[in-house]
T-cell receptor, first 112, second 115 residues
């Protein structure tokens, strides 16, 4: 079936270091969304990318959607302890009537 | 404004018992999703509704699971009989109508423990 793979599963960084998580789909996507889940919390929407090659920034976070619309990445510059949590990508396959497919997430821990 | 409301927040039950989880989506949203989250399997979509109609229930694990949405403001997920492997956090999410695919707003979740 259709899958969205996300790597790495876990990442530990020192505060101030950069962090990147990658997302790959087995099929072409209409769009991709990113969510953040704090420990003990629920997923919260961060952003949606729609266009091939699209790049969007939110302060220290940079999101990219691949040219083939099958992969995406989230890069955090100069991590802070507030960035701790699990980051999920969720892709919407091009096939009509299909729901979002979530990756398994990358859990980020940051030590100060 | 109230977000997605789920009840109960925590549920501890014994194997074989019936469990009913409840969800109230955000007013005006017309899509509702039920997810299950575990360490091993991550976030799994169980079923989703559009305008109160089930669109895709292929993620429902087995016949012990059933979901209903009798109206636009209420949905239930029932497990009967429950088993220890059903222990997980169950999230409900809703999204508004509109062109393209909209963000999903998640509720706080119900942490279910089946002993």
């Amino acid at each position: 079936g259709q899958q969205v793979m996300q790597i790495p599963q876990y990442q530990h960084v020192q505060e101030g270091e950069d962090f990147t998580t990658y997302c790959n789909s087995s099929t072409t996507l209409s769009n991709i969304q990113w969510y953040k889940q704090r420990p003990g919390g629920h997923p919260v929407f961060l952003i949606q990318l729609v266009k091939s090659g699209e790049v969007k920034k939110q302060k220290r976070l940079t999101f990219q959607f691949g040219e083939a619309k099958k992969n995406s990445s989230l890069h955090i510059t100069a991590t802070q302890t507030t960035d701790v949590g699990t980051y999920f990508c969720a892709g919407l396959p091009s096939q009509a009537g299909t729901a979002l497919i979530f990756g398994k997430g990358t859990t980020l821990s940051v030590s100060s | 404004d109230a977000g997605v409301i789920q009840s109960p927040r925590h549920e501890v039950t014994e194997m074989g018992q019936e469990v009913t989880l409840r969800c109230k989506p955000i007013s005006g949203h017309n899509s509702l999703f039920w997810y299950r989250q575990t360490m091993m399997r991550g976030l799994e979509l169980l079923i989703y509704f559009n305008n109160n109609v089930p669109i895709d229930d292929s993620g429902m694990p087995e016949d012990r699971f059933s979901a209903k949405m009798p109206n636009a403001s209420f949905s239930t997920l029932k497990i009967q009989p429950s088993e220890p492997r059903d222990s997980a956090v169950y999230f409900c999410a809703s999204s508004p109508p509109g062109a393209g695919y909209n963000e999903q707003f998640f509720g706080p979740g119900t942490r279910l423990t089946v002993l």
